[in-house]
């Protein structure tokens, strides 16, 4: 399958800047930084009870006190395929390296999609310093989903439909961020005949989750999908042990100027207004991957009780594949083959 083909010289000038960004990130990794964010702990413990035979969900997990998010002693927030996707770095080096893999794929997938913008794109995405922390400093979970959702956007390019499929499924099982993507994506291959393809996206997706589903249904559910809406609503700034932490989602402003949250359902019904109005004014596929982008800010401000800065990345990397396509192309996919 000959995914990543490009010209010589432009593949030589893009894994020029890969290996660029790789070093850079190797070196924030193996720096002594005095405060490191909760999320390395959570990925090291819970690759580290995968290993041993243990569920990562429900685990009892060990965070510096000052680090510690209320109520989340007991819960891992990611999908499985975060942690079967780090396990094998886990094992033998630090996990942040499986993240730093995760940043190569999405660079490679960008500059593989054929678009005449492909390789500056994906060089800014390797450079771009927001890049650069959220795989090392503060890791960033959806950098797993983010990579199989551009291996799939690579793949689906090129006409490889299974392949493009299974990948999609993978990405589903990896972050709650990708499902919120996932309606623009069904739309397109559903509007093009697509339904085994679809239903195999589904199927493995499933595969992928349902041993931990099954494992312990109550807190899979819990961790996954209750905890981030049940968290406690922090105002719009608050005061934390190692600095400010921001929060300019709706309940944060809400919190912040009303002093009260704006119930789920409420936000829920504004979401899902902004998504059928956006699939419907989606009649292409490129105009999908555009939708989807602007969708999936919505969701991240609209849905959520709190706000993480690296939420932003999976959208910026959908605008980015989009930018690139959207300059024009030599082959067939999301958009017409130049004449």
């Known amino acids: 399958m000959r995914l990543f083909y490009r010209n010589s010289a432009s593949a030589l000038a893009a894994a020029a800047v890969i290996v660029a960004g790789v070093v850079a990130r190797v070196v924030l990794i193996v720096l002594p930084f005095a405060y490191v964010p909760d999320v390395f702990y959570y990925d090291t413990q819970a690759v580290g009870a995968l290993l041993a035979g243990t569920n990562p969900y429900g685990h009892a997990y060990l965070v510096p006190a000052a680090l510690t998010t209320a109520g989340a002693g007991n819960v891992f927030a990611y999908l499985p395929g975060v942690v079967e996707f780090l396990a094998p770095f886990g ?26 913008r492909s390789w500056r794109v994906a060089a800014v995405y390797t450079l771009l310093p927001t890049s650069i922390l959220f795989s090392t400093w503060y890791p960033n979970d959806t950098l797993v989903g983010m990579a199989l959702l551009g291996l799939y956007l690579a793949a689906r390019e090129r006409g490889h439909r299974w392949a493009s499929s299974a990948l999609l499924g993978l990405a589903l099982a990896s972050s709650q961020l990708v499902w919120l993507f996932y309606p623009f994506l069904l739309l397109t291959e559903l509007k093009a005949g697509k339904v085994r393809e679809s239903a195999l996206a589904v ?75 956006l699939l419907w004014k989606s009649p292409t596929p490129l105009k999908a991957l555009f939708n989807g982008s602007l969708f999936l800010m919505v969701g991240i401000f ?29 082959g067939a996919g999301f958009t017409p083959a130049n004449p």
């Open 203 to 277: 199927m493995v997706a499933a595969a992928a989750v349902a041993p931990f589903a099954v494992w312990n249904p109550t807190t899979f559910l819990s961790d996954t999908v209750s905890f981030e809406f049940l968290r406690p609503v922090q105002g719009l700034l608050t005061q934390e042990p190692f600095g400010f932490n921001v929060n300019p989602t709706v309940n944060g402003v809400a919190m912040t100027f009303l002093g009260y949250a704006i119930p789920l359902v409420v936000r829920g019904g504004v979401a899902l207004a902004a998504l059928l109005l």
């Open 91 to 116: 094992a033998v080096t630090d996990v942040r390296v499986g993240l730093v893999a995760c940043d190569v794929l999405v660079a490679i997938s960008l500059f593989s999609l054929r678009g005449k």
């Open 302 to 330: 609209v849905l959520p009780n709190n706000f993480s800065w690296w939420y932003l990345e999976l959208p910026l990397m959908t605008l980015m594949a989009w930018f690139a396509l959207s300059g024009g192309r030599t």
